[in-house]
């Protein structure tokens, strides 16, 4: 009996062991719940969930685990859809990452695993170019990004990526010369550039171990470095010259026109003449001069009557309107597809733009080296401008409500439930039937013009989904009326705790703050470098900045920057440079309107306050100078803070505002940076 007692508490507690072992780490099973949301949460996954769960003791599809991490994740070619989320950077223990082959056709996330050894986003569509944190993977074994859409220049650096051996750019529309830092990848073996649009000579890869080589379909030029000659090399549809002579030395004369036939057996057209003469005496001199004249007159009256003929069709192909009429409607008139065969050999039909151009013959000439084109050529030839491309609208993930819904939830928006006005109309507290407490944004009528353009805004926002964004819950376009329905934040915006709380207790915290940044950051950072194409807010204020009662911060406005006019709160004092010169808004106009949110939250002054000085009434300008003077940003800091907080993670809090609010748009960085800096921040302040 006590053998069998013994035997069972042993099983129960090997089965309690197990159970412990089989616990993922929290950061990755909250990542992997990230993914799964991002990727509209698919059938495909079996086992995986939206929050918590178990992925690798509850076996979900494609992830495999070494004890409590995960290690890998294959999910390809599943008909995946949405996007990867935003903290993939959490899985520091996957080594393969395999999401190919799915309908991921938007950004690849600046977040992926930092330690992975083989990467595999092939065939999803991606568009944008490469994240710049593929750079810093240094574990980096196989990288595979082919046949997407990416475009523009290679944007990444490769002198980390010294375990890099296989590489497939392949199949995209990658432009530009080679990056100088592949020649850093000192262990390559296999690379796969073909069918894209690179151009510049291949110098870079003459001293790499490559095995195999593919640069097929591109518009490289020069010569081929004589190492890459004794590999497997295919580099057909490119315009290299000389696949085997060097270039001759500077100062070489060109090469002489090789001689005819004539010219071999040592006669020239002189002598020719001359042989003539000799060999018909005197008489035979003068015959030859005569039979001379004739050629050339002969040859004369060919180009005239050429120049005549060409001059005779251009007038044809420049007939009215009219007169073409007439000829179509004469008798007996042949088929129309007799009629086009006709006229191959006279006139091409073929239309670019709104020119016609006639072809007088149907001869092809010699192919033209590129070199020698003239400028003539470049003028003449007009390239065909593809259709427009039709943006299809994705379905309205969002409930529609009708007016009469919303007029019972906001009491007929009194003003007893009117929490906020903003630039783009008002804001309601609706309570509905069910119980559940939302805001209701009611659009002021100047900023739509249609009821269409309205359904279009709320197709693109239902679709973004991110903890930082405030999410869209339903709509309304009834008699005219355009409302707004999004999930409600009661805990107020970030404006009203930095300049209308007069309780002191309520004032925020410099944790808070940071935390409150950070989270703005994120959202941002969505908006910018995650949706395809990027979502430009245009109206980033600590106003749309709602906060919950964890001080997390929800990004309101998103999705409607097309209904921001270009003269909108220029004197708010969070607008760019350029946008207060050219009403031009851009992503990097954003991340100015960050940084001056950045230091709402350090000072606790409002961007623009006519009761100042006048060198004080911008805050931008009177705070920037003063950003990297220690004594100077110790006095700029917010006096609720009641000097409760730590000098360095101030110091670099004011490192970030400064990047974000520089003049120079293309110096301010990307958002992923941002989020960076701030998030080694709050870890160095040991903050939560």
């Known amino acids: 009996m006590v053998k069998k007692v013994a035997v069972v508490v042993v099983a129960v507690f090997i089965g309690i062991l197990s159970s412990i072992n089989a616990d993922t780490d929290p950061a990755d099973a909250s990542a992997l719940n990230i993914l799964y949301t991002s990727l509209n949460s698919p059938q495909q996954l079996t086992n995986w969930k939206a929050s918590g769960g178990d992925p690798c003791g509850e076996s979900w599809k494609g992830i495999t685990c070494s004890g409590t991490r995960v290690t890998e994740i294959n999910i390809s070619g599943l008909g995946l859809s949405g996007n990867m989320g935003y903290q993939l950077d959490k899985l520091t223990s996957v080594t393969t990452f395999d999401i190919s082959n799915n309908n991921l056709g ?36 196989y990288l595979n990004v082919s046949h997407n859409q990416i475009q523009g220049p290679v944007a990444i650096s490769f002198g980390s990526l010294t375990a890099l051996s296989t590489l497939d750019f392949s ?22 550039l073909q069918n894209n649009k690179f151009t510049g000579n291949i110098d870079v890869l003459g001293n790499l171990p490559l095995e195999n080589l593919n640069i097929e379909n591109n518009q490289f030029s020069g010569r081929i470095p004589e190492q890459l000659k004794s590999i497997h090399l295919q580099l057909s549809g490119n315009l290299f010259k000389d696949v085997s002579a060097p270039p001759p030395p500077p100062g070489t004369p060109p090469p002489r026109r090789p001689p005819n036939q004539n010219e071999k057996s040592g006669a020239t057209s002189s002598s020719l003449h001359s042989g003539g003469s000799e060999s018909n005496g005197g008489g035979g001199s003068k015959s030859g001069i005569g039979a001379g004249a004739i050629a050339g007159i002969v040859i004369s009256v060919l180009i005239v009557g050429a120049i005549i003929a060409l001059f005779i069709v ?38 670019t733009g709104t020119m016609e151009t006639p072809v007088v013959i149907d001869l092809k000439p010699p192919p033209v080296d590129d070199d020698l084109k003239s400028f003539d050529d470049d003028d003449i030839f007009v390239p065909p401008v593809p259709p427009p491309k039709k943006v299809k609208k994705g379905p309205i993930n ?44 009611k659009i002021k009528s100047p900023f739509l013009s249609n009821s269409k353009d309205f359904i279009d805004i709320v197709s693109e926002i239902s679709m973004l989904r991110h903890p930082n964004v405030t999410e869209l819950i339903g709509y309304c376009s ?22 209308l709380l007069d309780d002191q207790s309520k004032a925020l915290t410099w944790n808070n703050r940071v935390k409150i940044a950070l989270g703005a950051a994120r959202a941002l950072e969505y908006l910018h470098e995650v949706c395809s194409p990027s979502v430009i807010h245009k109206n980033f204020k600590s106003a749309n900045i709602l906060v919950d009662m964890e001080f997390n911060a929800h990004l309101s406005d998103c999705g409607l920057a097309s209904l921001v006019h270009e003269s909108l709160d220029q004197a708010s004092g969070y607008n760019a440079p350029e946008v207060s010169m050219s009403g031009q808004y851009t992503i990097k106009s954003d991340v100015y309107s960050f940084g001056v949110v950045m230091l709402e939250l350090l000072s606790g002054r409002t961007p623009f306050d006519s009761s100042r000085p006048r060198t004080e009434q911008s805050l931008a300008r009177w705070a920037t100078p003063q950003l990297h003077d220690i004594d100077a940003l110790a006095k700029m800091v917010d006096p609720a803070l009641d000097g409760l907080y730590p000098v360095k993670s101030l110091s670099r809090f004011a490192d970030v505002i400064a990047l974000c609010v520089q003049p120079e748009p293309e110096f301010r960085p990307p958002m992923s940076e941002v989020v960076e800096s701030l998030v080694r921040l709050v870890e160095q302040a040991n903050m939560s």
């Open 171 to 192: 199949f995209n529309s990658m432009t530009g010369d080679l990056p100088q830092s592949l020649q850093s990848l000192t262990g390559m073996k296999n690379m796969y």
């Open 478 to 499: 009834e008699h005219e009326q355009h409302l707004l329905v999004y999930e409600l934040h009661q805990n107020g915006s970030l404006h009203e705790f930095l300049h």
């Open 398 to 441: 969002a409930k529609l409500y009708s007016v009469v819904d919303l007029q019972r939830a906001t009491d007929s928006f009194s003003v007893d439930n009117l929490i906020g006005e903003g630039t783009l109309g008002r804001v309601y507290r609706a309570q509905l039937d069910d119980g559940q407490v939302l805001a209701v944004k």
């Open 106 to 141: 938007n950004q690849i996330p600046y977040q992926l695993p930092p330690n992975v050894q083989r990467l595999n986003l092939a065939g999803n569509g991606f568009t944008a170019g490469l994240p710049y944190s593929i750079s810093l993977m240094t574990s980096l074994k």
């Open 314 to 351: 251009k007038r044809r192909s420049r007939k009215p309107s009219a007169d073409i009429e007439k000829h179509d409607n004469l008798p007996f008139a042949p088929p129309a597809s007799q009629q086009s065969q006709g006229m191959n050999s006279v006139q091409s039909s073929s239309t």
